[in-house]
């Protein structure tokens, strides 16, 4: 399986500035402001058709009334899982903060080198 490398090019709302994180990208993909109204469309569409699609894979496994099957204790797990989920992206996501604070350093000390060395 091959794996194709994106870079975001991320706009500053208050600068309408263009930001290009440093990576080895081979594609780009320009982000622009959105409006308010877009981003309630866009994110209302998407949890229309993720919740539809869902409910609809749950009654073809499990079937039956859902008014009748659901419970607090169904819920509950269900919550415990959103934690598990919530926590695991927190941390993959502070990763990649770091190794992109860590790109800098490194480019900034590379470059030292080359210019001190002449490299």
Known sequence: MSMVRTELC??????EKTVTPKSSSTHVFP?????PEEIRDASSKEAYDQLRARYDQGQAQHGGNLDAKVSFKDAKQEAYDLIHYLHTLEIKYTQLELAYANRGEEIERLTKRLEFYGE
């Open 10 to 15: 991320l706009t500053s709302i208050a600068s």
């Open 31 to 35: 982000l622009r402001t959105r409006t």
